[in-house]
């Protein structure tokens, strides 16, 4: 496993993800839905640095499942989702790997008749995207790896790491049954 966003760059991007927000969503009702697990952290730091009035609501939205390091099929249970016809939707997720799992949260927000959605993310792998649809808000864009830490896991391992790690194959490995 090795570093490949220190805490103090994750800190300043989060500051910068925040004042975008700011500015963007000035005069207009927000929601701003973490999706969960992943997000969890990012949502937390955001939402502290914000200056302007919003409800926060979660969705969990999970394509990854057990050992796997790729996507499967798409899981969304929105229990805990706030009321948000008319009102400005953003989702904060953890990373954009294929765009699958964003893709298809707006597929399943659009007959609940909010006013707009948007998305932010802290992480965009690039090189992998299968949809035409792009994060509004990127704090950074990473190489295709499989990465751990502030939030992100493999197998509920890493997310409490105040960092981004890229694993590697040995790192993998040793959680394999």
Known sequence: MYELISAEQIRQGVAQLAAAIDDYYRQKPLTLLGVMTGSLVLVADVIRQLEI????????????????????????????????????????????????????LYDHLRPLEPASIRSAVLL???GRQQVPLEPDYVVFDIPDVFVVGYGLDYRDHYRHLSYVAALDPQDIEQFQE
């Open 124 to 126: 965009r792998k690039q």
């Open 53 to 104: 009035p919003l409800q926060v609501g979660v969705i969990q939205a999970r394509s990854y499942r057990g050992a796997a390091t790729s996507p499967g099929e798409l899981a969304i249970h929105d229990g805990e989702l706030p009321h948000v016809r008319g009102r400005h939707v953003l989702l904060v997720d953890d990373i954009y790997d294929t765009g699958r799992t964003l893709a298809g």
